[in-house]
């Protein structure tokens, strides 16, 4: 839209709902010679008189008629446009997307809801869960979440988890068959269970040797890209798993799984909440960041990513 067509509607429509130029000036705050040449230099544009004017009385014309019966349902239709941007930015409410890793949409569902939504119920939470690494601002995110080391510096973060490691777990059926490897390097030509990223499955598992980091080729029997299968095929005893501690604890507590090489386990930075900074004055990301993080610091129960968890604990 031409921006001089916008010039001089809001005159028009005050003077139309006001039936005069000296009650429309008042309600706009002008002068009425300014709304008498607001209304001139609107007509001149369009081409045609749109008041038919006397010193008793101001009446639309039938253009004036038409460009009334257009311009004021859209008047309104923008008005309602600009409220309700106007409403985001004083109360949460809104739809808030939110890009983070497979097994931390787990995690946010087990510790933050219902009790999120009872305690802001305008805000419309959708969890997007994408192992890759996203550009949360083109994709249109409003906030991701990843391990700390992964934050890029232009943005603000915040954090949720404490540190953790990556442990080597298998189930009690696999250990049966093979032999419990001692070193990093024993687990070449056990049976792993690999994961795909970024369109090529990872091969090397990392470590920690005698302060030193070690990395070991590892080879299996099957590829993954989903951490909820890749927990259930080890379960079964397909092969070792690689992950996370926290994202396995519940099942090596029952015995499910058991950790092996856990003196060499690299140390992992925890989970972050992360966000550019011009979005940190949105009320609905202001509302999500305060309650994710005070729930979370309380501390992660060992069931934290199970599919079946404890009710989190009440705030």
């Not at 005050?14 to 001139?40: D, H, K």
Request: proline share 7%; glycine share 8%.
């Amino acid at each position: 839209m031409d921006r001089a067509e916008l010039d001089g509607l809001a005159i028009f429509l005050a003077v139309a709902e006001q039936n005069g130029f000296r009650a429309a000036a008042r309600q706009l705050g002008l002068t009425p010679s300014a709304i008498s040449q607001g209304i001139q230099t609107l007509e001149r544009r369009v081409g045609a008189a749109l008041f038919a004017r006397t010193t008793r009385s101001v009446r639309l014309t039938e253009a004036g008629q038409k460009l009334l019966a257009h311009a004021k349902p859209a008047a309104a239709m923008f008005q309602a446009g600009v409220n309700a941007a106007r409403d985001l930015g004083e109360q949460p409410s809104g739809n808030l997307r939110i890009n983070a890793p497979r097994p931390a949409v787990s995690l946010l569902i087990n510790s933050l809801l219902p009790d999120f939504h009872e305690a802001y119920p305008g805000i419309s939470l959708e969890l997007v869960g994408d192992d890759e690494f996203t550009n949360i601002v083109e994709q249109g995110f409003d906030a991701g979440i990843r391990l700390g080391h992964t934050i890029e510096l232009d943005m603000v973060s915040t954090w949720l988890t404490p540190p953790d490691k990556f442990v080597v777990a298998g189930a009690p059926s696999l250990l049966k068959k093979y032999p419990r490897p001692g070193h990093p390097r024993e687990l070449q030509g056990l049976p792993a269970l690999l994961t795909r990223r970024g369109g090529q499955a990872s091969r090397t598992w990392e470590f920690v040797d005698g302060g030193e980091s070690l990395k070991v080729a590892v080879d299996g029997p099957l590829i993954l890209n989903d951490y909820e299968a890749s927990i259930r095929a080890a379960l079964r005893g397909v092969g070792f798993l690689y992950t996370v501690g926290s994202v396995i604890r519940h099942y090596i507590e029952q015995g499910s799984l058991i950790p092996v090489l856990e003196d060499h386990a690299r140390d992992v930075p925890g989970l972050c909440l992360y966000y550019p900074s011009r979005s940190q004055s949105l009320p609905k990301l202001r509302a999500f960041v305060d309650f994710a993080t005070k729930r979370m610091r309380q501390g992660m129960k060992s069931d934290a990513f199970s599919v079946q968890p404890q009710r989190p604990p009440e705030s």
